[in-house]
């Protein structure tokens, strides 16, 4: 069974720092590319940051220089790190893995399992 389960979501002040995990489990991670997704209400869901297989880094326009994607595959797990965050970060995080495991397509429409999701709330 595949699954992916994302953690470390939670309250954090604008400035702060999370960092979020996904864990994957019936699957090894280093073989697939690795996405991360927001979504917020009233909003579609958008890419944030991605890792391909060569573990190239693709990310959202917003967060570069903010986020970092990293994965340790001894551990099969995938992480963002988010640094000196906004009010506009506030989202639901969902990590997933394309249907091409090797690629990083630009939207969800591109990937096909997904984690149940991490609520992040950005706030002062």
């Known amino acids: 069974q595949v699954q992916l389960v994302e953690s470390g979501g939670g309250l954090v002040q604008p400035g702060g720092s999370l960092r979020l995990s996904c864990v994957a489990s019936?699957?090894?991670?280093?073989?697939?590319?690795i996405g991360w997704f927001r979504q917020a209400p009233g909003k579609e869901r958008e890419r944030v940051s991605c890792?391909?297989?060569?573990?190239?880094?693709y990310y959202l326009t917003s967060v570069k220089g903010r986020f970092t994607i990293s994965r340790d595959n001894a551990k099969n797990t995938v992480f963002l790190q988010m640094n000196s965050v906004k009010q506009e970060d506030t989202a639901i995080y969902h990590c997933?893995?394309?249907?091409?495991?090797?690629?990083?397509?630009?939207?969800?429409?591109?990937?096909?399992?997904w984690g149940q999701g991490t609520q992040v709330t950005v706030s002062s």
């Open positions: 890792m391909d297989i060569s573990n190239s880094t």
């Open positions: 997933a893995t394309p249907h091409k495991h090797w690629g990083c397509p630009p939207t969800a429409l591109g990937f096909g399992s």
């Open positions: 019936g699957f090894s991670l280093d073989y697939y590319s």
